[in-house]
Nanobody, 126 residues
Framework: QVQLVESGGGLVQAGGSLRLSCAAS????????MGWFRQAPGKEREFVAR??????????DYADSVKGRFTISRDNAKNTVYLQMNSLKPEDTAVYYC?????????????????WGQGTQVTVSS
């Protein structure tokens, strides 16, 4: 069965960096788009970044709030997707979720994802 396991969250000061990882199993990883979302307390889950499959050139897209600070990447040999987060701000504090897309091409719409990880907490102190 499909499994997505996130890691790498933690507590960091504003301006710091973290790298999240999501280890995937149970499907042909390289053929699916992947995404990262986040959910802060009392807020809806929101799109952070996405990466298409290798067949689509692994193109990426980001939420405006993280452009220039976050980078999504994938290692198809390791079945892992990453989220490098730099210049972190207190407003980046949230639970971060990795998600598998229904197909090879994906946008930021939650409905386009069919499996989710359990989430990893990121806390940025001011």
């Amino acid at each position: 069965q499909v499994q997505l396991v996130e890691s790498g969250g933690g507590l960091v000061q504003a301006g710091g960096s973290l790298r999240l990882s999501c280890a995937a199993s149970g499907f042909i990883f390289r053929t699916y788009g992947m995404g990262w979302f986040r959910q802060a307390p009392g807020k809806e889950r929101e799109f952070v970044a996405r990466i298409n499959s290798i067949g689509i050139g692994s193109s990426t897209d980001y939420a405006d709030s993280v452009k220039g600070r976050f980078t999504i990447s994938r290692d198809n040999a390791k079945n892992t997707v990453y989220l490098q987060m730099n210049s972190l701000k207190p407003e980046d504090t949230a639970v971060y979720y990795c998600a598998k897309a229904r197909g090879s091409v994906v946008t930021g719409r939650i409905s386009e994802y069919d499996y989710w990880g359990q989430g990893t907490q990121v806390t940025v102190s001011s």
